[in-house]
């Protein structure tokens, strides 16, 4: 047995479960980091980062390193195409910056933009930011087998290489442990699991495919054609490479697929036999989609795909967990420092769960939609005429499909949009306007991401209100509201907790560098909107008050639990 208790278990060191360390560590939370694989990832199975989660990495500083690691500069590797093979002609392609509205948004909502790295890439250079926090202790080697709890801890049971066992001690354990979760099956949580759309197999090999790609350059190539559908991305824009095709798993195993064999899937793909290609790893996956049925029990929580999982359409497997560990942190530290209660922990369930069935129900969607293009067509008569003159009527279905898939790749909406409702949020009687899955539609109503908003200081350096709200509360007034800013001090002070005001506008802090921040944020001159560390409105007030102090400490308390 570990004799030194922490304060955080995470169970699983993948891009969720490093997240979280990285949003503790910052907090000087003393955490153990548990990873069974010894060895570097051999099969990364994301590499698409969304704005908000680039943004929460933006907030750490180590936004632009994840960039220079992906190495896949957005501008060249921006669309997705659809054909019968490589080397063939496209039926079309769908390029993200090629809507005006949508190039718009991506320049105006945020400061960061989509970012493409390969999770065998990400890892590690996660990994190496926690040496930045000595409270973080990382071990590797260790497979979980079960958690037990009691009202003043958690224990959960490893075993090492050898099989002897080990236990490690904590105030709260945290599964990160994936889509098989060894933390979520010892609760006795269900996760149902959604209708399957079938199979897949990805193997990630090498080979240079750049030369018979010519000026074509997309993140994802999609393949319909009679000997294999599947799609191939790119890890690095160079050499290393997935392929993704349909199996059938009730005919055919793993030990039917040596790397030869996975070679010629490949080469079917993509046109050509005149290609080396070397396999370095097979793994097997199914479409479907599962929610837990609960996201904590007890001193237990979990995060990731240990709490849902979701079809690839979109890219929301990774980024949601990040997501949940950038909503966790923060609710953690507060309640290990006896700054909030019971209740802050509780409303991450609340939160990250209600957001799990919404990006399910999406997810799921589009993976419907994709069947009309080709990536789940298990239509055999269809895709047998594909390539010959008697599959016109084919080739045009997927022609015709093409535009509806792009909600797929471009959900800004649904990335920037989500609106929380729970205890941790103060309603002010308003209704919001909700963004679309596409289109997000800016707005600070309580529960929201607080808009991005360019700014510039006193000092004259220019900033985003994404770089100001995080990682403590924060409160923003107008320069005339200012008794808004003095109240949320003594407030803070009061209940210990961290806390930064601004004034902004003329003569304010901070001066907006185009359009009226009140506008955007709904407040009247007078008014102020308090943001929690995670970057959601915590509270809004639309113009002044009596007595500001009494109105803060009454939300703090609320949304604290204590």
């Given at each position: 047995?570990?004799?030194?208790?922490?304060?955080?278990?995470?169970?699983?060191?993948?891009?969720?479960?490093?997240?979280?360390?990285?949003?503790?560590?910052?907090?000087?939370?003393?955490?153990?980091?548990?990873?069974?694989?010894?060895?570097?990832?051999?099969?990364?199975?994301?590499?698409?980062?969304?704005?908000?989660?680039?943004?929460?990495?933006?907030?750490?500083?180590?936004?632009?390193?994840?960039?220079?690691?992906?190495?896949?500069?957005?501008?060249?590797?921006?669309?997705?195409?659809?054909?019968?093979?490589?080397?063939?002609?496209?039926?079309?392609?769908?390029?993200?910056?090629?809507?005006?509205?949508?190039?718009?948004?991506?320049?105006?909502?945020?400061?960061?933009?989509?970012?493409?790295?390969?999770?065998?890439?990400?890892?590690?250079?996660?990994?190496?930011?926690?040496?930045?926090?000595?409270?973080?202790?990382?071990?590797?080697?260790?497979?979980?087998?079960?958690?037990?709890?009691?009202?003043?801890?958690?224990?959960?049971?490893?075993?090492?290489?050898?099989?002897?066992?080990?236990?490690?001690?904590?105030?709260?354990?945290?599964?990160?442990?994936?889509?098989?979760?060894?933390?979520?099956?010892?609760?006795?949580?269900?996760?149902?699991?959604?209708?399957?759309?079938?199979?897949?197999?990805?193997?990630?090999?090498?080979?240079?495919?750049?030369?018979?790609?010519?000026?074509?350059?997309?993140?994802?190539?999609?393949?319909?054609?009679?000997?294999?559908?599947?799609?191939?991305?790119?890890?690095?824009?160079?050499?290393?490479?997935?392929?993704?095709?349909?199996?059938?798993?009730?005919?055919?195993?793993?030990?039917?697929?040596?790397?030869?064999?996975?070679?010629?899937?490949?080469?079917?793909?993509?046109?050509?036999?005149?290609?080396?290609?070397?396999?370095?790893?097979?793994?097997?996956?199914?479409?479907?989609?599962?929610?837990?049925?609960?996201?904590?029990?007890?001193?237990?929580?979990?995060?990731?795909?240990?709490?849902?999982?979701?079809?690839?359409?979109?890219?929301?497997?990774?980024?949601?967990?990040?997501?949940?560990?950038?909503?966790?942190?923060?609710?953690?530290?507060?309640?290990?420092?006896?700054?909030?209660?019971?209740?802050?922990?509780?409303?991450?369930?609340?939160?990250?769960?209600?957001?799990?069935?919404?990006?399910?129900?999406?997810?799921?969607?589009?993976?419907?939609?994709?069947?009309?293009?080709?990536?789940?067509?298990?239509?055999?008569?269809?895709?047998?005429?594909?390539?010959?003159?008697?599959?016109?009527?084919?080739?045009?279905?997927?022609?015709?499909?093409?535009?509806?898939?792009?909600?797929?790749?471009?959900?800004?909406?649904?990335?920037?949009?989500?609106?929380?409702?729970?205890?941790?949020?103060?309603?002010?009687?308003?209704?919001?306007?909700?963004?679309?899955?596409?289109?997000?539609?800016?707005?600070?109503?309580?529960?929201?991401?607080?808009?991005?908003?360019?700014?510039?200081?006193?000092?004259?350096?220019?900033?985003?209100?994404?770089?100001?709200?995080?990682?403590?509360?924060?409160?923003?007034?107008?320069?005339?509201?200012?008794?808004?800013?003095?109240?949320?001090?003594?407030?803070?002070?009061?209940?210990?907790?961290?806390?930064?005001?601004?004034?902004?506008?003329?003569?304010?802090?901070?001066?907006?560098?185009?359009?009226?921040?009140?506008?955007?944020?709904?407040?009247?001159?007078?008014?102020?909107?308090?943001?929690?560390?995670?970057?959601?409105?915590?509270?809004?007030?639309?113009?002044?008050?009596?007595?500001p102090v009494r109105v803060l400490g009454d939300a703090l308390a609320k949304l604290l639990g204590s």
């Open positions: 047995m570990d004799d030194r208790e922490h304060e955080v278990v995470i169970v699983g060191a993948g891009p969720v479960g490093l997240a979280l360390a990285l949003e503790l560590g910052s907090r000087g939370v003393d955490v153990c980091l548990v990873e069974r694989r010894r060895s570097r990832l051999r099969h990364p199975k994301a590499s698409g980062l969304h704005v908000r989660t680039m943004e929460i990495f933006r907030q750490h500083g180590i936004a632009e390193g994840i960039r220079t690691v992906g190495n896949l500069p957005l501008e060249t590797w921006g669309g997705f195409g659809y054909m019968t093979r490589i080397n063939a002609a496209d039926f079309g392609a769908i390029d993200l910056f090629s809507d005006p509205v949508q190039a718009e948004q991506a320049r105006t909502a945020s400061p960061e933009q989509t970012t493409w790295c390969a999770q065998d890439s990400l890892e590690p250079y996660l990994r190496e930011q926690l040496d930045n926090y000595p409270s973080v202790t990382v071990r590797y080697g260790l497979r979980a087998v079960g958690v037990v709890q009691d009202g003043h801890g958690v224990e959960v049971s490893f075993a090492e290489d050898d099989d002897s066992p080990c236990v490690i001690r904590a105030q709260y354990a945290v599964g990160a442990d994936g889509g098989r979760s060894t933390i979520r099956q010892a609760l006795g949580v269900d996760a149902p699991t959604s209708v399957s759309f079938g199979d897949q197999l990805n193997a990630c090999f090498e080979a240079e495919l750049l030369p018979m790609m010519g000026e074509r350059r997309y993140m994802v190539w999609w393949i319909i054609n009679p000997d294999t559908v599947g799609g191939l991305l790119t890890y690095d824009g160079v050499r290393r490479w997935c392929y993704s095709w349909a199996y059938d798993s009730s005919k055919e195993s793993l030990d039917d697929y040596p790397p030869e064999r996975c070679a010629e899937v490949i080469r079917k793909a993509l046109g050509t036999d005149d290609v080396d290609i070397t396999v370095e790893g097979l793994f097997p996956w199914t479409i479907d989609s599962a929610i837990a049925e609960r996201f904590q029990v007890g001193r237990v929580l979990l995060v990731g795909d240990a709490a849902h999982r979701f079809p690839p359409t979109g890219g929301f497997g990774m980024n949601s967990g990040i997501q949940d560990s950038h909503n966790l942190g923060w609710k953690l530290h507060l309640v290990l420092r006896g700054l909030a209660g019971e209740a802050l922990l509780h409303s991450y369930a609340v939160e990250r769960r209600a957001v799990a069935v919404t990006n399910t129900a999406q997810v799921m969607h589009q993976t419907e939609l994709a069947a009309k293009v080709g990536w789940v067509m298990f239509d055999p008569a269809a895709v047998a005429k594909i390539e010959s003159p008697e599959g016109d009527q084919v080739r045009k279905s997927i022609i015709d499909g093409i535009p509806a898939q792009a909600e797929q790749f471009w959900t800004y909406g649904q990335q920037l949009g989500i609106i929380y409702d729970s205890t941790a949020v103060i309603a002010d009687g308003t209704s919001a306007e909700a963004s679309t899955i596409a289109l997000y539609h800016p707005t600070a109503h309580p529960g929201a991401r607080a808009p991005h908003l360019w700014l510039t200081g006193r000092d004259g350096v220019r900033t985003s209100t994404i770089d100001l709200l995080h990682s403590r509360f924060t409160l923003l007034s107008t320069p005339a509201g200012a008794d808004w800013a003095a109240a949320a001090r003594q407030a803070a002070v009061r209940r210990g907790l961290e806390l930064a005001a601004y004034t902004v506008g003329v003569e304010g802090d901070f001066q907006e560098e185009d359009g009226d921040w009140t506008k955007l944020y709904g407040v009247g001159p007078k008014g102020a909107v308090l943001v929690r560390p995670d970057g959601h409105v915590a509270f809004r007030a639309p113009d002044s008050v009596a007595d």
